[in-house]
């Protein structure tokens, strides 16, 4: 099975976890302070505060924001459920904005959606692909927002010279096991904010600062959400990669789109001529003459060795949503997520794997195009 996509671990990966694994300090310390320090530098923003997930790391970007009780975020309901949970973690309701044909938030729509209540658009660069960040922040702007990034598909992503972490007033990557880059669990906040960083830095250490000799002061609610130094280690190693990494991942994708150009059953999605995609994932949008065989065409595919996936079930289709919140129906949402199929897209694959995947796409769309669609 070729996975949409996997982690990469060579062996100076596992030679720089085991050095700290012998060493005497395992938890957060001077190789978290290193990872932190090299993440800022490569996405040029001032501070890097580093988690054990996006997760927790979505939550102190909103615990520090002060997002809480009767308090609104604007958010895309085409991604993983993190993005909004974390605010309703803290009594806030996220607020579905529709997407555009790429996946991504439709800022077009960002504003009518905005109440007394709102205090931060959180958009997601969706499967890598820039948002469009400068007409987001000009809305927050205007109307005195926080624009908080969820970017855990984005390390590496960038428009013009600038990368993805250098825009928004908090940005978040995950380093999960398949994310452009892995600590197998791991998070991280940046920012250029002195005092968001601080905070993030409390909020994840139990709210507690050094004092003298064994006095310290816990002057915050805080959590123990620190990734360990042998983690550290790992996404240290593995940021030097990542370059090679999204060469790799780029290389697959434009032989992608020369292979499915101008396909009559599905098309792809263009990044635009001055922004970089991480391409965590790669995405095909199937015509509607499809949507009825989706399923078939899933299984096929997973029988034929390709670990597709869909991303995403629109989150507020969830129960938990649809209980909380009520049934809700965004069109191009609801079109996004019948469309969308991603194929196997990712640094450990060869450009071979890569054409057996274009081959068998090919072969079972083509199959599946001759059913007849009963709606
Ligand atoms: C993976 C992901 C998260 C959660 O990341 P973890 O590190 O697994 O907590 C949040 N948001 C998006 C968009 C993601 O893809």
């Keep these: 099975m070729i996975p949409y996509s996997t982690q990469f671990i ?20 001077a190789k978290v302070e290193e990872f932190e320090a090299a993440i800022a530098e490569y996405v040029g923003a001032r501070f890097c505060v580093a988690f054990n997930s996006a997760t927790s790391a979505l939550l102190g970007a909103y615990a520090v924001a ?10 895309t309901p085409i991604s993983f459920v993190a993005t909004s949970n974390m605010a309703i973690a803290l009594g806030a309701k996220p607020v579905f904005c529709d997407v555009k044909t790429d996946g991504n938030i439709d800022e077009s729509l960002i504003e009518s959606l905005i109440t007394p209540r709102t205090r931060a658009l959180v958009p997601v660069d969706f499967a890598g692909k820039p948002v469009a960040i400068e007409a987001i922040k000009a809305i927050a702007k205007k109307h005195n927002l926080l624009v908080i990034e969820d970017s855990s598909h984005a390390l590496g ?45 409390l909020f994840r250490s139990h709210g507690i600062i050094k004092k003298q000799l064994w006095n310290s002061d816990m002057v915050s ?15 240290l190693s593995q940021l030097h990669k990542l370059d090679r990494f999204l060469a790799t991942r780029n290389e697959i994708a434009r032989y992608y789109d ?17 922004e970089q995609s991480a391409r965590h994932l790669y995405p095909l949008l199937l ?36 209980e909380r919140f009520g049934e809700q129906r965004l069109a191009n949402t609801e079109h996004f997520y019948k469309s969308s199929l991603s194929i196997p897209c990712h640094q450990k694959m060869s450009m071979e794997d890569a054409r057996i995947v274009a081959d068998t796409v090919l072969e079972v769309m083509e199959h599946y195009s001759h059913r007849e669609c009963s709606f």
């Design 10 to 29: 060579e062996e100076d990966d596992i030679a720089a976890v085991v050095d700290v694994l012998k060493s005497s300090h395992l938890t957060q310390g």
């Design 66 to 75: 002060e997002i809480g009780e009767n308090d609104e975020i604007i958010t």
């Design 157 to 201: 992503s960038g428009i013009g010279t600038q990368r993805i972490g250098s825009f928004a007033d908090m940005t978040i990557f995950s380093f999960h096991a398949i994310k452009p880059i892995t600590t197998g669990e791991g998070g991280a906040v940046v920012t250029n904010d002195e005092a968001f960083a601080q905070k993030l830095k």
């Design 221 to 235: 609610l805080g959590h123990n959400f620190r990734l360990t130094e042998f983690a550290a280690a790992l996404g």
């Design 258 to 274: 020369e292979r499915f150009a101008g396909h009559k059953l599905f098309a792809t999605i263009a990044i635009d001529a001055d």
């Design 287 to 322: 015509s509607p003459a499809l949507h009825c065989s989706k399923e078939d065409v899933f299984t096929e595919l997973q029988t034929r060795g390709l670990g597709v996936q869909v991303h995403y079930k629109p989150i507020y289709q969830n129960s938990f949503y649809k």
